[in-house]
């Protein structure tokens, strides 16, 4: 059950890639997300740990639904430009996907001596980490690479919680009030560029 | 002591005639009417009779300079190897100090040059300055290699060894380094082929240049300067290079030793009949030669002789 | 923290010689200078940071004072920055003396294992372990001799030290340079003691180098000064040719010839400390009279200034090598340690000393040419300029320093023996055998050559025998009472004026002439022709620079090697401006793979892969299509 | 304790919504507070726990928050009068100083943190506050360069955590969830099972933190955004941000030193080679006062991780102090120097009168010297020692060879910025025109208290202290 989110995770992520549509990219970043929360939940009942389904329920509401809805409404408000190209040459991007993966699986194999006993999980973190910055760098847009960063603390996550099964609650905590702060910070990133244009 | 003092005078008195000598004998081989032996002296005297006239335009180096050129040479005459066996020679004084001396003399020449303010003086300083500077290796590599062959590089000590050793196992040396002197000599003392002393054309002055200003008896020192340093290096020619006769009693000795001064100036003024005078830029490749051969008396002398 | 050895005091000795005489030119040229306080706070830290030098105790102690040496002596050549010549001079001292620190920075962490703080004697314990010994010896190589100006790491010289005001330069030349020779001294004494005999061959080769080209380059130089600091590498040359002998023979064994020589060293290092500051003052005292460092607008200076033209005739006569000068006899000591080369068994060696010997011989001669030039241009002749003419002597404290500092090149003649005692101490205390009794075996008449069928000079002797000649014939003249008359120069019936003087550039033709293929000098010759005459014209102007080979070849291309890597990397850094995720990805990517191969399990075969990998991504992800 | 600390970032905070004009001068010298308990800490016994086992303030990190705060300090100090020298309104004071408190305790967190969660979530928290810092410019290079600041110190953070949680998943087994605990993670090192996947997550936090520093191959984005913002925010930057990321790399090696001595040696030595090869020459190249200083801090920053990893831990520690306070020193004096026409280097220290003027050229100077280890600069010290840990480190190892030619050539490289630093400061004294330019007493003063600090820096007991840190 667990490798299927982890599978579903990646796929949305991949998928997310190859998206063109700022919306679309936004929902496949949810989905990606909301995946994630479960994963969290689906393994904090597994070890019976209540911080980690503290963790899964924060990750539903605050990133499968609070931030793609401030990110949406930011881009109505700002008036971003919808229409994403990616830079980056489909054909090159088929070879590079899978590239990566065989590259974090080769990556991941001497990795012994774990909690989760499964150095797969860090291969697949370490890739959709990759994924993520490749997402960064196929757009010239900030709203994709917001995205982008975003993807990328989902993927530490993912590590977080399929390799050592949850990090102690204060720095999960800790890192949700920080993405928070990163989200009011775009904000007046935003803001401010628009009362200059005003 | 007596020796040693008479060998002096007699070097002194002999400065002139040599030098008149060479040129009587030079007319005589080109059919000219020989000028007399003592013309030297008369020149002397003439020149001692006369006013000096000072140029305006020169400074307290003209006042001094003529006296410190020949006095260096006047000096070298005491350091010189003995004529006679047995004789006083100076043990404290070697090589190096010689030619150092000689250079001094030089310096002040060149000095006297540019001091007259005129064109000449430059062109004779800035040649002479050219050459002594080609001739100073050459002359150190080959007092290098003499004082080596004689184990003295004291003078006169080495003068005596050698007329009392012949190193004749290192006759191959000692021949380079002969050649090598006698080339030295020639350009030391402004003979043809490297300077003509007797034209007073720009083209070919060097001696003559620097000293174009002088008169009275300023130019008599300078003269008197040239002379003594022709016989200095005609006597170290003669004790280091032929040093044969010394074993003689004291009058044949001295004969003997006269008979090489004049020897050396025969030759000289052979090679002058006989060669034109180079241009400037060729006579790097006369003193070429010379260093060639010095180090090649020293090469022969360390690889046959060690 | 600090030492006083002998070797340590003798060059405290040379310092204060140095700066005592300079302290007081420098307080006549003060009303020359605008920025006094600047002035004056470097030139004291400068005198004090090089007695720092040469008394500090341990390595930290020494770099301090060293790197406080090379600060304060650059902020001294831009005491009187106006031009772009001197800011440009300035720097590129600054930026050798930096390179030659980095080479001793190295030697003192080798040989200090870091510790810093520990004595000279530990830091042979440290050395004598390291397992590349000559690795240390070129690090002090570098690092001092870059210092000390011996070639190639000579160029800055000339450009620097023309540029100081001049009783800076005069301090520089005379003595900033020895406090390098004594670093090399002291380290090569104290640490890296038993020296293979290359070592000595390699100080030898510079030495004999650097005197040669020291010297034609100063030749060609038409600006006094450079011409003076180019004579400085010359006989730093010099120093070396008898610090390498020394070398030669301690490594052979040959233990009174090595403590000669590297007395004959010594002796130098003190002669030319004298006449070089000499030199150096009495360049200034012309420049501060004639507001010119051109050689070609001097002349006739000996009448307007009669003591610094006697002094600088002193110092000229000194640093040519003529008897009986002081410098006449260290280079006569010099040349008889080379002549213990005899001695030697090993024949190749054998056979190449001559051509140090020739070296060294030729220096000379060249040596007096230049100065005869330096000389007779400067002081000699008409004027040359407006400048020239109005010239008058210095003020009462310049020429003072001018007298003490040629009393102090007069001690140095005088009293040989007691100099050399004092180097033979210095020598003992460095476990060298002593040789004073050999030198000087029957009284202080007579200076001996150690080696076998050495020879012999009696300074002394000699000074007075030809003074006495001298003042004999002098006098005779006046006794003669001849009757004098003035007249002007005979100019073959032209008017003798300074236009028709030899000028520098003409003095030096023909050697450089002869030298031509070496100097390969930069030649404008432009005239005005009257119609279509050949030998008729109005003007003419023929001017000669020559640019140092070294310059030329070494340094103007390690600058534009420079140039353009910075620009390679300038391009490529502008990547990140728009593709800083591909760069972070390639970054990422290149770190795990190599942590992967390298740490984890190495095999050429993926490290092969790797770099494919890598290239692959670059091309793609950075750097793009061309468009 | 924990609460004095951060008393005066709270009092900030809330004296920035004031709308007043004397608000501006309380800010600037209540910011003096912080300066008070970092002082007391030092002064506490040795370890002190903070927060339980989250903060735990040591000697080293005593050290580093009080160096900060100096630089704090000075920095509010020369903001006083930032308006003198650039247009700026009003409210962006406010919100300077707003920022100014949250990115303070961002930094006290991360400084004091004796956990890899905490320091990281400081961390975080102040980059983003400095993002807005960047802002308080308004122009468009510098709402641009808050941009890119923003996403690529975004990347870099996130790294740093992703290597952070594999730090804690190659520990996890052994030291369940205090696997963050650096103290006990280094004390447990040797037990680390999977040594290579805490080396890949060291690697990865190294990266991002080099990333952040602007390590190769990022190099110039640091010294864009400081050109972009107004000087005091590249002084921040410069003298306390960057020291809350060593602070870190000194954790991390620390640990990574037992797990494998070679591997992060190599690692670290190739990383920051390659960095000082690329910022030696662009630094040759550099053009204005902002890139050549925030070039060469990246040098320093490189420097300063290569004499950590080679054991010379005091080097290291005296060269973070000297470039903590000379380099917001020279990006203060930036202000100063630029206030008339811009990026003018030739002639920059010409023109200034009377006593003020005569004092700041003076310390301008000695600034300028002192970066490129001059004596009696502190760097000369800390590079002298931290060559001298390597050479021991190259002597221990096989390849001695190797080893010298690359500090060989490290060292030639540390000269071409020398000679660039010599050719700068010659073409500001000596040449150029000169135009009148005023310096304010409080600059002056803020570069005063740099200079004394670095007096301080060198005297015995601060090195014995510094020497005691292990």
Request: charged share 10%; proline share 3%.
């Amino acid at each position: 059950m667990v490798d299927f989110f982890i599978g579903l995770f990646l796929a949305s992520l991949i998928t997310a890639l190859f998206t063109t549509r700022l919306y679309r990219l936004l929902v496949w970043y949810s989905f990606n997300s909301l995946t994630l929360g479960v994963l969290a939940l689906l393994i904090g009942i597994k070890i019976d740990d209540n911080a980690m389904l503290i963790t899964g329920i924060a990750t539903i509401v605050i990133k499968a639904i609070a931030i793609p809805y401030f990110l949406k409404s930011f881009s109505q408000k700002f008036h971003f430009i919808r229409q994403i190209q990616p830079n980056i040459k489909i054909q090159y991007a088929i070879i590079l996907i899978p590239a990566i993966l065989v590259f974090t699986f080769y990556l991941a194999k001497p990795i012994t001596h774990m909690i989760a006993n499964n150095s797969n999980y860090v291969a697949i973190s370490i890739s959709s980490l990759f994924l993520s910055l490749l997402l960064m760098m196929e757009h010239k847009n900030v709203a994709p690479k917001i995205t982008g960063f975003l993807s990328m603390e989902n993927s530490l996550f993912l590590l977080g919680i399929t390799a050592t099964n949850g990090m102690p609650m204060l720095v999960e905590l800790g890192i949700f009030f920080d993405l928070l702060m990163a989200i009011v910070v775009i904000n007046l990133l935003f803001r401010r560029e628009e009362m200059k244009n005003a | 002591m007596i020796f040693y003092i008479t060998t002096i005078i007699l070097l002194l008195l002999l400065a002139p005639i040599l030098l008149s000598f060479i040129k009587s004998l030079k007319m005589l081989l080109l059919f000219k009417r020989p000028a007399p032996l003592l013309q030297g002296y008369k020149n002397f005297a003439k020149l001692m009779q006369k006013e000096t006239i000072v140029s305006q335009e020169t400074s307290s180096i003209t006042t001094y300079a003529p006296f410190l050129v020949l006095s260096p040479l006047l000096v070298t005459m005491f350091f010189l190897p003995p004529i006679v066996h047995g004789a006083f020679y100076v043990s404290f004084v070697d090589a190096f100090t010689i030619t150092g001396l000689i250079s001094l003399s030089t310096f002040f020449l060149m000095l006297l040059g540019l001091d007259s303010a005129s064109a000449f003086g430059g062109i004779g300083s800035s040649r002479e300055a050219f050459i002594s500077a080609l001739v100073e290796p050459a002359m150190v590599l080959t007092v290098f290699s003499v004082s080596m062959m004689a184990g003295d590089l004291g003078i006169g000590q080495a003068g005596v060894n050698l007329a009392e050793h012949f190193p004749k196992e290192h006759m191959a040396s000692f021949l380079f380094a002969g050649i090598s002197f006698f080339i030295l000599l020639v350009a030391e003392n402004g003979r043809i082929p490297v300077d003509n002393p007797e034209t007073h054309l720009e083209l070919t002055m060097v001696h003559e240049a620097m000293i174009l200003d002088l008169s009275g008896v300023y130019l008599a020192i300078i003269e008197t300067a040239a002379s003594v340093k022709f016989v200095i290096f005609a006597s170290l020619f003669v004790s280091l290079f032929i040093p044969v006769g010394l074993e003689y009693s004291a009058p044949i000795a001295i004969l003997i030793f006269i008979a090489k001064l004049f020897g050396v100036a025969i030759a000289v003024a052979i090679l002058e009949v006989n060669t034109a005078k180079l241009r400037l830029f060729k006579v790097p490749n006369l003193l070429g030669i010379s260093i060639v051969f010095a180090f090649l008396s020293l090469i022969t002398f360390y690889v046959l002789g060690a | 923290m600090f030492q006083f050895d002998t070797l340590s005091i003798i060059f405290v000795g040379l310092i204060l010689l140095g700066a005592v005489p300079n302290l007081f030119y420098s307080f006549g040229y003060l009303p020359h200078i605008e920025r006094k306080i600047h002035y004056q706070v470097h030139y004291f830290a400068f005198i004090l940071s090089m007695i720092g030098v040469v008394v500090a105790g341990n390595a930290l102690v020494f770099l301090f004072f060293w790197e406080l040496m090379s600060l304060t002596s650059w902020q001294l050549i831009l005491t009187e920055a106006k031009s772009q010549e001197t800011i440009k001079s300035a720097r590129f001292y600054f930026f050798m003396t930096h390179f030659g620190f980095v080479f001793l920075l190295l030697f003192f962490l080798i040989v200090t294992d870091g510790n810093l703080e520990i004595s000279f004697a530990n830091m042979k314990n440290i050395a004598t372990t390291f397992k590349y010994p000559t690795l240390l010896f070129f690090m002090l190589v570098f690092g001092f001799l870059s210092k000390a100006g011996a070639v190639p790491f000579h160029v800055w010289l000339p450009y620097a030290h023309p540029e100081a005001p001049s009783p800076v330069s005069a301090m520089m030349s005379g003595v900033m340079l020895k406090v390098a020779i004594y670093g090399f001294a002291r380290f090569l004494f104290d640490v890296l003691y038993p020296w293979p005999l290359e070592w000595g061959i390699v100080v030898l080769v510079i030495g004999s180098i650097s005197s040669l080209v020291g010297v034609l380059y100063a030749l060609s130089e038409h600006d006094i000064k450079a011409l003076l600091a180019n004579h400085s590498i010359e006989n730093i040359g010099i120093i070396l040719i008898g610090f390498g002998m020394g070398m030669i023979f301690d490594s052979l064994g040959l233990e009174t010839l090595s403590t000669f020589s590297f007395i004959a060293a010594l002796f130098h290092t003190f002669n030319h400390m004298s006449f070089k500051s000499l030199l150096f003052m009495g360049a200034g005292s012309v420049l501060h009279q004639t507001h010119t460092k051109n050689m070609e607008k001097y002349g006739g200076l000996i009448k307007s200034m009669p003591i610094t033209a006697i002094t600088f005739l002193l110092a000229a006569i000194s640093i040519s090598a003529l008897p009986p000068s002081n410098g006449f006899l260290s280079e006569w000591m010099i040349f008889q340690s080379m002549l213990g080369s005899s001695n030697i068994t090993d024949m190749s060696l054998k056979l190449a000393i001559p051509f140090a010997i020739f070296a060294l011989a030729m220096t000379g001669g060249l040596a007096i040419a230049c100065f005869v030039k330096a000389y007779g241009i400067t002081f000699l002749g008409l004027q040359r300029s407006k400048n020239a003419k109005h010239a008058h002597e210095v003020n009462f404290l310049m020429k003072l320093g001018m007298v003490l500092m040629s009393l102090v090149v007069i001690s140095l003649m005088l009293f040989t023996p007691f100099y050399i005692s004092w180097f033979d101490k210095t020598l003992v205390s460095l476990h060298h055998v002593s040789v004073y009794t050999k030198i000087f075996p029957n009284g202080i008449w007579n200076m001996h050559s150690v080696a076998v069928h050495g020879g012999v000079v009696s300074p002394l002797i000699l000074l007075a025998s030809l003074l006495g000649v001298t003042l004999l014939l002098f006098f005779g003249y006046k006794a003669l009472h001849v009757k004098t008359r003035i007249h002007h120069t005979w100019g073959c019936g032209y008017k003798t004026s300074a236009k028709t003087q030899y000028t520098a550039t003409g003095f030096a033709g023909p050697i450089r002439r002869f030298f031509n293929w070496l100097y390969k000098p930069n030649e404008h010759f432009h005239t005005e022709k009257i119609g279509q005459h050949e030998t008729k014209f109005t003007d003419s102007n023929y001017e000669v620079h020559a640019k140092p080979l070294f310059e030329a070849s070494l340094y103007e291309s390690s600058k534009k090697l420079t140039n353009i890597a910075s620009y390679w990397v300038y391009r490529l850094a502008h990547f990140e401006k728009t593709r800083y995720a591909a760069m972070i990805f390639n970054l990422m990517l290149l770190v795990l793979f190599s942590y992967r191969i390298f740490s984890h399990e190495f095999s050429w075969a993926t490290f092969a892969l790797e770099s494919i990998v890598m290239i692959i991504s670059i091309k793609v992800l950075i750097i793009g299509d061309k468009k | 304790m924990l609460e004095l600390l951060l008393f005066p970032a709270f009092i900030i905070f809330g004296l920035s919504f004031i709308k007043s004009d004397k608000a501006k001068r309380l800010l600037a010298f209540v910011s003096f507070l912080i300066l008070i308990p970092t002082v007391k800490l030092i002064s506490l016994p040795k370890p002190f726990h903070l927060f339980k086992d989250y903060l735990v303030v040591d000697d080293l990190n005593a050290y580093i928050l009080f160096v900060s705060s100096i630089v704090g300090i000075g920095v509010t100090l020369a903001l006083m009068t930032l308006d003198k020298h650039v247009k700026v309104s009003k409210n962006a004071y406010r919100r300077f100083y707003r920022f100014f408190a949250i990115f303070w305790i961002g930094l006290i967190f991360s400084i004091l943190s004796n956990n890899m969660g905490i320091y990281w979530i400081g961390l975080e928290l102040a980059t983003l506050s400095t993002v807005y810092m960047i802002k308080t410019n308004h122009s468009t290079a510098a709402y641009k360069e808050a941009w890119n600041y923003m996403i690529v110190g975004a990347i870099a953070i996130s790294l740093i955590l992703f290597g952070i949680i594999l730090i804690y998943a190659s520990a996890k087994p052994i030291l369940g969830e205090d696997a963050m605990n650096f103290n006990l993670l280094l004390a447990h090192a040797k037990e680390i099972k999977s040594s290579f996947l805490f080396e890949l997550g060291f690697a990865t936090v190294s990266v991002g933190m080099f990333v952040k520093m602007g390590f190769f191959p990022m190099n110039l984005w640091l010294a864009n955004i400081e050109r972009a913002s107004f000087y005091p925010v590249a002084a921040l930057f410069s003298g306390i941000l960057e020291s809350a990321i060593i602070i870190g790399f000194f954790r991390f090696s620390k640990i990574a030193m037992e797990i494998n001595y070679d591997h992060l040696f190599t690692f670290v030595f190739i990383y920051t080679i390659l960095t000082i090869f690329i910022v030696s020459f662009l630094i040759y190249r550099a053009k204005d006062f902002m890139r050549l200083f925030s070039l060469s801090g990246i040098e320093h920053m490189a420097l300063i991780a290569l004499f950590w990893v080679s054991g010379g831990t005091f080097a290291a520690l005296l060269h973070f102090g000297a470039h903590a306070f000379l380099k917001p020193a020279l990006f203060l004096s930036t202000g100063v120097l630029e206030s008339n026409g811009k990026y003018k280097i030739a002639g920059a220290l010409k023109g200034y009168k009377g006593k003020k003027g005569t004092i700041f050229w003076f310390l301008v100077s000695l600034f300028l010297l002192a970066i490129i280890s001059l004596p009696p600069s502190p760097m000369f010290f800390s590079e002298i020692y931290g060559f001298g840990a390597m050479i021991k480190v190259a002597k221990s190892g096989d390849n001695l060879l190797s080893m010298m030619a690359a500090i060989l050539i490290l060292l030639i490289l540390l000269s071409v910025i020398f000679y660039k630093f010599v050719e700068v400061y010659q073409s500001m004294k000596y040449e150029g025109k000169v135009y009148e330019k005023k310096v304010y007493v409080t600059e002056l003063f803020s570069l005063i208290i740099f200079g004394i600090s670095l007096i301080i820096l060198i005297t015995s007991p601060v090195m014995n202290y510094l020497r005691g840190i292990s």
